[in-house]
C-alpha cells in the first residue's frame, strides 16, 4: 500500500495565513473599500491571473497589489503598496506549524508503508516548507505539482509503480485530493480543513456517493486506512470507477 | 549515453525577455533614476529576495515594485505601478522563441539516446514553456527543479539510473549548467549565450582547465558528443574529478 498526503491545511497550517494577510491589507484600505469588496475583486483577481501565476504566494501578492490598485482607483499611498509587499514576503516566511496527530500519525504510518507527499503550489516555495516541517525523513518521494488532476496523479503513480488500486490519498481538498484520484481506481481519505481558498471549492455528490472516506483529524487515518484494507480496497464506488 | 539539456537560454530565449522588460520600466522611471542606478538597486532586491522568491518572472516583477519604490522614495505613481504588473505578465506570456539548431539538433539525437530537459525556475510557468516550445515530446523526461546545484544532479541521475560518467549536460551556464555536473563526474557542454544574468555569473579556470567542452551553437553538439565518446568519456580532467 502506498499513501500519500498533501501538505497546505493537511499536514500544516496554510490557508489562515493567507487569510490574514488578506485581512490586514483589507484594513490598510478600509478608507477605499470595505473588506468584502476588496475579497471579491481579489477573487476576481485571482482567478483571471491563475493561467500566468499558477498556484502560490508570490502570485497572490501580485494579484493582492493589483486589486489594491484597482479598488483604490489609482490612489493607494506608495507606502500600502510596500506593506503589502512587506505582508507577502511574511507569508512566504511564516512558520510551519503542523496540524494535530501530523507527527505520529507519519512516524506511525512510516514505519510500515512507503510514503508520498504530493503538494500543489510554488516549487521554491513548498521545498522550504517541506525543509521546515522537519517531516522530509518521512516521505519515500516528495511531489511538487503545479496541478492536481487525473494526469498528474497518473504520471506519478507510473514514476513510483503503484498500482492504482493499493494507493490512498490523504487530504484536504476534495477538489484536488479527492474527486481526480477515485477517478483514476485510487482511495481517498478526505480529512475537511475549516476555511478552504475559493478557487478549491467544488460541487460534489457527498463522500458515500463519490466513494471517498472522511477523518476527522489525522488521528483517525491509521485506522481508517486498516478498514479500506479489510473492505479489500473493493469499495462499490471505487470498484465501478475501476470499471470504466 | 544520457543528454541533459537546459532550457532558458539553451533551448530558448530567455534573458533578453527580462532585460527588455527592465529597459521598459527603465524608461518610465527616468526622470527619478538612471537606468544603470536602477539596474544596481534591482540586482541588490533580486540576489536579496532570492531566498524567499526563487527564481523566475514573479519574483522579479516583485522585486521590480520594490525597487520603483525604492528609487522613487515612495514617489511612483500608481499608473507605473500597474505599468510594471503588465509587464511582468507579458513576460510570462512572451512567446517562446527556440535558438538555432535546436529543432533539428534534438530530432536527431532524440532517435538516438533518452534526453532529458533539466531546468531551473518557477513551476508553473516552466511548464507552460516548455508545453508551448513544441519540444516536450522530445524528451524522456523533464525535471523543473528549484536549484541546480550537485545533490540536484546525483538526485536525478539516482532517478534515472544513470551513471555520471555517461551523463552530458548541456547548457549556457557555467555556473548552473556546468560545474556542479563536472563536480559529481558528469561530461558537460556549454553553449555560451550573448547575455547572462547577473546572479548567475561564476568565476571559473576556463573550459580547459575545469574540464568542459565549448559548443557555438546547438549545431556543434552532436559532432562534439561524439567525440566526448571517442575520448572513451575520461578527458583528463573528467578522470581526476572522478577519482576525488
Known amino acids: 500500500m502506498h499513501i500519500a498526503f498533501d501538505a497546505d491545511d493537511t499536514l500544516w497550517h496554510n490557508e489562515p495565513i493567507f487569510d490574514l494577510t488578506q485581512g490586514h491589507i483589507a484594513e490598510l484600505l478600509k478608507e477605499w473599500v470595505p473588506a468584502d469588496e476588496l475579497g471579491e ?9 491563475l493561467r500566468l501565476f499558477g498556484y502560490g504566494a508570490k502570485g497572490f501578492t501580485l494579484s493582492l497589489i ?3 490598485l484597482e479598488v483604490t482607483r489609482g ?3 506608495n507606502a500600502i503598496i510596500q506593506q503589502i509587499l512587506d505582508a507577502g514576503k ?3 516566511e511564516h512558520p510551519v506549524e503542523l496540524l494535530p496527530g501530523v507527527v505520529e500519525t507519519l512516524e506511525r504510518l512510516a514505519s510500515q ?4 507527499l504530493i503538494t500543489k503550489g510554488e516549487l521554491f516555495h513548498q521545498e522550504t516548507k517541506v525543509a521546515r516541517s522537519g517531516l522530509a525523513e518521512s516521505f519515500a518521494g516528495i511531489e511538487i505539482v503545479s496541478e492536481k488532476d487525473e494526469a498528474t496523479y497518473r504520471r506519478i503513480l507510473d514514476r513510483y509503480a503503484i498500482d492504482a488500486e493499493r494507493f490512498v490519498m490523504v487530504g ?5 485530493d479527492i474527486l ?3 477517478q483514476i481506481g485510487g482511495n481517498a481519505i478526505h480529512i475537511p480543513y475549516d476555511s478552504n481558498w475559493e478557487l478549491d471549492k467544488i460541487e460534489h455528490r457527498g463522500a458515500e456517493e463519490e466513494g471517498f472516506f472522511v477523518a476527522e483529524s489525522m488521528f483517525e487515518v491509521p485506522n481508517m486506512l486498516q478498514e479500506i484494507a479489510a473492505l479489500g480496497w473493493q469499495t462499490p464506488v471505487a470498484a465501478a470507477n475501476r470499471g470504466k
Chains 1, 2 share one sequence.
Request: charged share 25%.
Open 66 to 68: 493589483e486589486s489594491a
Open 90 to 92: 511574511a507569508m512566504i
Open 180 to 182: 481526480p484520484v477515485l
Open 172 to 176: 484536504n481538498s476534495v477538489k484536488s
Open 41 to 49: 475583486k481579489l477573487n476576481h483577481l485571482e482567478r483571471r491571473n
Open 75 to 77: 490612489e493607494i499611498p
Open 113 to 116: 508503508h512507503p510514503l508520498l
